[in-house]
């Protein structure tokens, strides 16, 4: 079965300073892993995607993410945090086996304060 | 180019009544699912439907139905309404052919069940 887990339902984080969202997996194969960022009342909008390659993946608005095979991990990362940046970031990860649906992590509530 | 269109935005039902929610995909997708995401928890996957039929279920009692139309739009359906059905209703279209890449997902339907 597919999974990933966020270990961290809250991250504070002054602005100006780098950020790091954790997101770990479980998957069988090679994982196809999504961050998605929501706002209030909001659907949800992709950030960026590791499919293959590169472990260092460039996302919107200046996010990145890196991909840890060893570590079965895939942290989101921003160098230097925006009060905008404040939202609930979702890890997911796309079964390919099952039309290619999605399963997403509980989420990570980031506030970046002034 | 319009994104994923869902209608209504907010909807408050009684308990044991039945609700329809709708669908418009992005303008040259063909595939349409929906997700469920309750307070606090990530999304989770109901079903999947391309070609009018559906392809994939996630773990959800048989009160949840849809249904894909000719234009690809879709709407899901949920019956004998419970409490905890009140989530926001996520729509995600892409291509079926596409492996996955591209899904956009709406703003959300937030059902409230009293």
């Not at chain 1, 095979?69 to 079964?95: E, G, I, M, N, W």
């Not at chain 2, 905890?84 to 995600?92: I, N």
Request: proline fraction near 5%; include cysteine; charged fraction near 15%.
């Amino acid at each position: 079965a597919q999974s990933v887990a966020q270990p961290e339902d809250q991250v504070n984080v002054a602005e100006g300073n780098p950020l790091t969202v954790k997101c770990t997996y479980s998957v069988s194969g090679n994982p196809y892993l999504f961050w998605y960022v929501q706002y209030p009342n909001r659907g949800l909008q992709f950030l960026l995607k590791y499919i293959t390659g590169d472990n260092l993946v460039k996302g919107s608005y200046g996010f990145e993410a890196e991909f840890n095979k060893s570590q079965t991990s895939f942290h989101l990362k921003k160098p230097s945090a925006l009060v905008s940046d404040s939202a609930l970031y979702f890890c997911a990860v796309r079964d390919r086996e099952a039309g290619n649906q999605f399963y997403f992590g509980t989420g990570t509530s980031l506030t970046v304060i002034p | 180019d319009a994104g994923v269109t869902q209608s209504p935005t907010h909807l408050i039902k009684t308990r044991g009544q039945q609700v329809t929610l709708r669908c418009s995909p992005k303008s040259g997708h063909d595939t349409v699912s929906w997700y469920q995401q309750a307070l606090g928890q990530g999304p989770q996957f109901i079903f999947q439907y391309y070609e009018e039929e559906e392809r994939q279920r996630g773990n959800f009692p048989d009160r949840f139905s849809g249904h894909q139309f000719p234009n690809y739009s879709s709407e899901l359906n949920v019956n004998a309404l419970l409490l905890g059905d009140s989530a926001l209703y996520l729509c995600a279209s892409g291509n079926w052919g596409g492996g996955g890449y591209g899904y956009t997902f709406g703003s959300g339907t937030r059902l409230t069940v009293v």
